[in-house]
Structure formats: C-alpha cells, structure tokens
C-alpha cells in the first residue's frame, strides 16, 4: 500500500497462473491487514458487483488457498504464512447486505472456519463488515485518510465473532 505503511497492503496475488488458460487466472485478495504480531485480517473488498454469497464463497476459496500455502509452504518465509490467527472478512457498504439475512450464514461460516483452523493448528474466523460511508463513493480520500477510514470498519452483526 502507498503512504510507506507496512501494516496494509492490497492486491496480494492468490493462486495467480496456477491453471493455465483458465478464466479466472488471476486471483488476488483485496486487501490484508497486519493487525499485530501474527494476526491478520484479509478481506475480499465489494462495492456494486456480485452478491455476499458470492463474495463468501470467494473468500473461503481464498482461505483454502492460504490453509494449503502454509501446509505446504514456498521455500521463502511469509510472514502471512506464518500467521497464527486470520480474520476473514468481507468488506462492503451497508446497502450491499441490505437485501440479504446474512446473520445464519455469517454464523455457519464462522463457526466453519474457526472449527477448521482448530484443526489445522490455526485461528481462523469469518465475518462481514460494513464500508464507512465516505468509502463508498468517489472521489476517494488521500492515503493516510484512507487508512483511517478503513480502520472504522464495524462488523454487520456484533456479537456474532469468535476472533
């Protein structure tokens, strides 16, 4: 990410080229958050295209890549890959899941990925969280507002969240 923070970055290659001639060669996560010592957060970012379905499946899609990564990990350290915990979330403006009771879903997939990461030795949860406002629209704020802006983020539904 620009503005030299080291915390944020976007557009982190997922899979990119693996399959030859395939469709959907390139795939990257939206943005990823470095939220601490070993803790991430990596969200799938919409704002006017598909559905939250859509944007889960994706997102797990992504989660499964990563789990397979660090089972079976490049010959070059990662710290993404050494992570300990991983938040997964999908990023949105509120009227995007306004049609949707998203509540059961959102709670299934947690309790999923979080049963999955106990399993393979990780914390792992799953969540959506609402775009603030000023995001949702151009013209987009410089980059240190950006990142502030990001950081106010809000769950969907609280309460909802192990991680």
């Known amino acids: 990410m620009r503005g030299g923070r080291i915390d944020w970055a976007n557009q982190i290659p997922v899979a990119s080229g693996l399959i030859s001639g ?4 390139r795939r990257a996560l939206d943005l990823a958050y470095r939220s601490g010592e070993r803790r991430f957060q990596l969200i799938e970012l919409k704002i006017a ?7 889960a499946v994706e997102l797990l899609g992504y989660a499964s890549a990563w789990l397979l990564a660090r089972a079976d990990p490049p010959a070059r350290s990662s710290v993404l890959l050494e992570a300990k915990h991983v938040d997964f979330r ?14 059961p879903l959102e709670a299934s997939l947690n309790d999923g990925v979080c049963s999955l990461g106990e ?3 990780v914390s792992l949860s799953f969540g959506f969280d609402v775009l603030p406002p000023q995001l949702s629209r151009p013209p987009l704020p410089d980059d240190p507002t950006l990142l502030e802006l990001l950081s106010q983020r809000r769950p969907l539904h609280d309460g909802n969240r192990h991680g």
């Open 49 to 55: 295209s598909d559905t939250p379905l859509y944007a």
């Open 119 to 121: 399993r393979c030795g």
């Open 90 to 103: 999908v990023l949105a403006p509120a009227p995007y899941y306004a049609p949707f009771d998203l509540l």
């Open 22 to 25: 395939a469709a959907d060669g």
